[in-house]
């Protein structure tokens, strides 16, 4: 009897042991996510990370970068890929309880598409047709700016994602209430404190001493926090910090430029600055995204730069860099970049000002779509056309427009950088990464810890 | 210039110097006092700066001995010690620790001389201070010194101070210092009027004209020069004690001199004023006024010669009155003389002419009738001369006042040689050569023609009577300083210089029969016209009287 019962005692005890453990990972109705960030916001679809709990698309990109249904429920294209028809997802409602249309959606897509593309509904099915093949239609409609909105009742636009705003406080701090009636079902969270224009220190002291569940993390913060026991939920490499040179006597100078290229140490800055975050680069497009990033230098060559700077006038061998004084890490990044180009000769003079013949900045890759990404990098950084359309996925040609616009290093990337979030211990995600590929949050599966 | 203007000058002259001297010695006396001062201040100044620059250098040694032993440097050091060390981690640590330390300065350079973490430039990680693992040096026996700290703009001086952590067979470097700066030296805490500069190279610090500079050389740890400590004063407190003392010396010169003016002219009026009082006297007595008296009661030496003065006077109208009264007594023995010696003349003859006449009438009375008659011719003829004589002493005794008329003196001249003309070409007598040079268009004379014609005929009859052996006899008219000149010269034996001065002497004659009045009377008559006489004479080459009337 006695070792049966025994027995019996240790079954149940490690049954107990087991439902004590299920209980704690089980997803929870209720309680508020708290988050930090450093960014403001004018208007609620001013922040793509906020508008993205609030605002949904035709389609949404999952993190392997498949395009899965989201508002619309599925799609087909003609062989030319000229004709879209997209059948919209059945008892879809705003925030304000009408229902998505076809009318509201078609809308929304012209007003996204333009005079390119024609839209036209029929029923619950919206139409585009174009003269040309859109091969990145799908990518395009996942984006941020193809959201379907409408304006509600008091003037506001509602959305019909996972949370609905209750309180907006223009670049200062936004409520989120679960969506109750939302096509997915209603969030585990009953809402969202969100708030921004936080700096990143701060926000890492709210994450330790429990006022933030959310936060940004910088690079050189990470093991600081992951040694405080803080979970930390990372994108794809989807920001590239890079030195764009503007007009001006020495940035004008062919060969400073690519002696400057050559005098960045990077293999420095990204093991101590960074802390070995992201990835030393050479290339606009990061690696996971084109696959040939590594075709493009990233390497420091001191004698070919000396010997570059040699041939520049020494009057020309002085010119600014500026940064931006909101960025945490951008002025130590700046200084140790005007320390390396000092070894080769060059002398930059580390300015907070907005503008100047040099600039130390971030561009964000917002989509899949390769040639979409050069062409915003391109038109950000000033350089002109990319020669392939949007769409194209051939990496042949996107490396022949990529190492065009490199060509004459008027840019010279540097890194590319994940979004970086630290998470509180109170919050709880089942199966999907909290951050999507892009650095979205998506905390839908997300739950808060009851507190002991 | 008067000598109330000397007195003045001199005592202006006297209290400008005085003043002068005594700012100018003021003056030096304070710059050299303000130079001993401003020594004493700049050494007192730099002994300063190296008290606190001592103390500063134990103060670094102290902080970065503190970050040396504390237990989280020596954490770090064991995990450099690890194989593959992470020194990312570590990379931002020097800011916190130079913060908390107070510390401008702080690198934290692992064993082989790489920067771990720089406070002061962080962005200067992975670079090597390849000085501080110089194996000669003992960090822990090593004090703060001076070096140079290199910045991403500038090099600025520092205070550093290194200690060495050891963790087995590795070694971290702490680095630590002080900016030594305008700031420290602000804290010196100078006197008023002086500065401390730090001069580094490159342009010399701005150094006003009225400022003393004292420099002290900055030497780093292998006393190589690193900059120079300037220490300087202001000379303008002194420049406006020196001012001030010149421009109260200008006052008191300006007041002085207006003091001396007033002392000057109130004292050289006391002493001048009998002075010129004895010049007025003195200007009286020399016009002729021998009574004139000076009035000065003081007892000083101006009284003294005032009394002197009058005294003088009084002497010399005495001596006037009894010269006078002598002279006047020998004019009359002289006149008596002379009468005596004119009388006796013609009296000898009447006397012998009358005893002939008795002789021959008791004698030859027969004879008597002839004698009386050559007698009586001879009584006559002598009695004629002594009417002539007692005539010519009558007409000097009855020299009447010149009735003054304009007149021309050409034409007075020209009549009075032609009255002697004839005589000039008496036969028996060598001839004697008249020349006239008469200057025409002269101004009128007032004169008496009739006195002045007779002054004229007796100077003509002087020269004939200087020629007897025939000559020239010159008269001449001409313009003499404003006045009218008449000269009138013969070619005669001429005249010793004795002979010129008594020659207008009454009764006084070289001739044997002259009467010694002619000349008297020329000179009577040209003093009773305003006139001047002189006499110019040479033996053997003539004489020459000249005579200046005042022109109308």
Not at chain 1, 372 to 400: C, H, I, N
Not at chain 2, 2 to 10: H, P, Q, S
């Amino acid at each position: 009897m006695r070792p049966i019962g025994c027995r019996y005692l240790a079954v149940i005890s490690v049954l107990a042991a087991l439902a004590t453990a299920l209980a704690a990972t089980r997803p929870r109705y209720g309680g508020v996510l708290r988050v930090e960030m450093r960014e403001r916001a004018a208007s609620i679809d001013g922040v793509a990370r906020i508008g993205s709990l609030v605002f949904e698309r035709l389609v949404r990109i999952d993190h392997d970068g498949h395009p899965q249904p989201a508002l619309a429920v599925s799609w087909q294209a003609d062989a030319e890929q000229t004709r879209w028809e997209f059948r919209l997802r059945p008892g879809v409602k705003f925030h304000d309880g009408y229902p998505l249309t076809g009318a509201t959606a078609g809308g929304a897509l012209q007003r996204l598409l333009g005079s390119g593309a024609t839209v036209g509904v029929a029923g619950d099915v919206v139409v585009v047709k174009s003269d040309r093949a859109m091969p990145g239609l799908l990518t395009e409609l996942s984006r941020p700016s193809a959201s379907i909105a409408a304006r509600g009742p008091d003037g506001q636009l509602v959305g019909t994602g996972p949370f609905r705003v209750t309180r907006f406080d223009a670049d200062r701090h936004v409520s989120l209430a679960a969506f109750d009636e939302h096509w997915n079902g209603r969030p585990f969270v009953d809402g969202v404190e969100i708030e921004m224009g936080r700096s990143t220190r701060d926000q890492f002291v709210d994450l330790q001493v429990g006022k933030a569940d959310l936060i940004e993390l910088a690079p050189n913060e990470m093991r600081a926090a992951a040694d405080r026991g803080a979970r930390i939920w990372t994108s794809a490499p989807v920001e590239l910090l890079a030195l764009v040179f503007g007009p001006g006597r020495g940035a004008d100078n062919a060969r400073l430029r690519e002696a400057l290229a050559l005098s960045i140490d990077r293999a420095a800055i990204h093991n101590v600055l960074l802390q070995r975050q992201g990835v030393a680069t050479g290339a606009l497009l990061p690696q996971w995204l084109s696959g040939y990033a590594f075709l493009f230098p990233a390497s420091m060559d001191l004698p070919r730069a000396r010997q570059l700077v040699a041939e520049v006038p020494p009057g020309d061998r002085t010119l600014p860099l500026a940064y931006d004084p909101t960025d945490a890490q951008a002025r130590i990044l700046a200084e140790r970049i005007a320390v390396n180009a000092r070894d080769a000769g060059i002398n930059l003079q580390v300015t907070n000002q907005a503008r100047g013949e040099l600039r130390l900045v971030r561009a964000r890759v917002n989509s899949l779509d390769g040639a979409l990404v050069l062409a915003e990098m391109a038109a950000a950084f000033g350089l002109g056309q990319v020669r392939v359309p949007a769409g194209q996925t051939r990496p042949d040609l996107l490396y022949s427009a990529e190492r065009g616009l490199l060509d004459g290093h008027r840019v010279v990337p540097l890194f590319h950088l994940p979004d970086t979030c630290g998470v509180g211990s109170r919050v709880r995600l089942w199966q999907r990464p909290g951050l999507g590929r892009l650095g979205s949050l998506q905390l839908a599966d997300l739950w808060i810890e009851a507190s002991p | 210039m008067t000598f109330r203007t000397r007195l003045l000058a001199l005592f202006i002259l006297v209290i400008a110097v005085a003043v002068g001297v005594v700012t100018a010695i003021v003056s030096t006396r304070t710059a050299r006092t303000f130079e001993r001062m401003d020594n004493a201040r700049s050494e007192a100044l730099v002994a300063q700066f190296r008290q606190q620059f001592d103390a500063r250098r134990k103060d670094v040694a102290r902080r970065v001995e503190g970050i040396a032993s504390a237990p989280s440097t020596l954490q770090m050091a064991i995990d450099f010690s690890q194989p593959n060390p992470d020194y990312s981690r570590y990379v931002d640590t020097a800011q916190g620790l130079a913060a908390a330390q107070g510390l401008d300065f702080l690198e934290l350079v692992a064993h082989d001389g790489s920067i771990i973490s720089s406070a002061q430039w962080p962005a200067r990680f992975g670079y090597k201070e390849e000085w501080v693992t110089d194996a000669g040096v003992d960090w822990k026996q090593q004090g703060a010194f001076l070096d140079r700290v290199q910045l991403p703009e500038s090099e600025p001086l520092g205070i550093l101070a290194v200690r060495v952590v050891e963790a087995g067979d590795q070694k971290l470097y702490v680095i630590g210092g002080g900016r030594l700066d305008q700031d420290f030296f602000a804290s010196l805490v100078p006197p008023a009027g002086m500065r401390v500069l730090l001069h580094r190279g490159g342009p010399a610090p701005k150094i006003a004209a009225d400022e003393t500079v004292h420099r002290i050389p900055l030497v780093g740890r292998q006393n190589n020069l690193l900059a120079t400590l300037i220490v300087t004063g202001s000379r303008r407190e002194l420049e406006e004690l020196v001012h001030s003392i010149v421009r109260t010396g200008v006052i008191a010169s300006a007041g002085g001199i207006l003091l001396a003016l007033a002392l000057a002219w109130w004292t050289t009026a006391r002493v001048t004023r009998p002075v010129e009082r004895l010049a007025a006297g003195a200007r009286e007595v020399a016009a002729g006024n021998w009574k004139a008296r000076v009035n000065i009661t003081s007892r000083d030496e101006i009284g003294e010669l005032a009394r002197t003065f009058n005294r003088m006077t009084y002497q010399l109208i005495e001596q006037r009155d009894r010269l006078l009264q002598a002279e006047r007594v020998a004019a009359w023995r002289e006149l008596a003389r002379r009468l005596a010696h004119e009388l006796k003349n013609p009296l000898f003859p009447l006397q012998i002419t009358v005893e002939n006449m008795k002789r021959a009438r008791e004698q030859y009375p027969e004879q008597f009738d002839e004698v009386f008659q050559e007698s009586a011719a001879t009584l006559l003829t002598e009695l004629a001369n002594l009417k002539q004589i007692i005539g010519r002493f009558s007409d000097f005794a009855k020299m009447p006042p010149p009735e003054l008329q304009q007149i021309d003196i050409n034409q007075v001249v020209e009549q009075a040689m032609a009255l002697y003309r004839a005589q000039l070409a008496a036969p028996g007598h060598p001839p004697i050569q008249p020349r006239m040079e008469l200057t025409p268009d002269l101004p009128q004379v007032a004169a008496d023609p009739e006195q002045f014609g007779r002054a004229l005929g007796n100077l003509l009859l002087n020269a004939i009577d200087a020629m007897p052996k025939g000559g020239t006899l010159t008269i001449r008219t001409g313009r003499n300083n404003g006045a009218v000149r008449v000269e009138v010269s013969d070619t005669g034996e001429g005249l010793t210089q004795e002979e010129c001065e008594r020659l207008f002497t009454p009764y006084y004659t070289t001739k044997a029969h002259g009467t010694g009045l002619g000349l008297a009377i020329v000179q009577s008559v040209v003093a009773d016209h305003k006139g001047k006489i002189a006499v110019e004479s040479e033996p053997g080459r003539g004489t020459t009287f000249k005579i200046d009337l005042s022109a109308v």
